[in-house]
């Protein structure tokens, strides 16, 4: 395999890492919907919304994308539009390094999840 075969194959494998670990994310209460898609150029962006009762999205995700000669991977946590957490965008040169940022940003965007839809459920009742 050439080494942009070797790229794709570990992109498709972060992304799929990241996607499980988004997947992962429950709450006995709140119902929630997972989504993984392509946007041009050339990115993906993965995550799970949760529909709070009151009926607004609570949006966990990550996303990587090539552009300008190098990989951006941003990770977001908001709701109906306000920013919960933003990570800061990295842009990074190299394939490898990007996808080790992708898979911290899962992890991170991940670990706050059951806290922060428990305080926000809070503000419903």
Known sequence: MDSESLAAAGLLAALSRASGILAELRHPFVRSERF???????????GATFILP?????????????SGGAFQVAGTITAEGE???????????????????LDDYAGEVAAPAGRLIDRLLDEVV
Do not use: C, K, Q
């Not at 993984?36 to 993965?46: E, K």
């Not at 009151?54 to 090539?66: L, M, N, T």
């Open 83 to 101: 920013s919960l957490l933003d990570l800061p965008r990295r842009s990074l040169p190299g394939v490898s390094d990007a996808l080790a940022v």
């Open 36 to 46: 993984s898609y392509f946007f041009p150029p050339a990115g993906a962006r993965t």
């Open 54 to 66: 009151d009926g607004r999205e609570v949006r966990f995700e990550v996303s990587i994308a090539a």
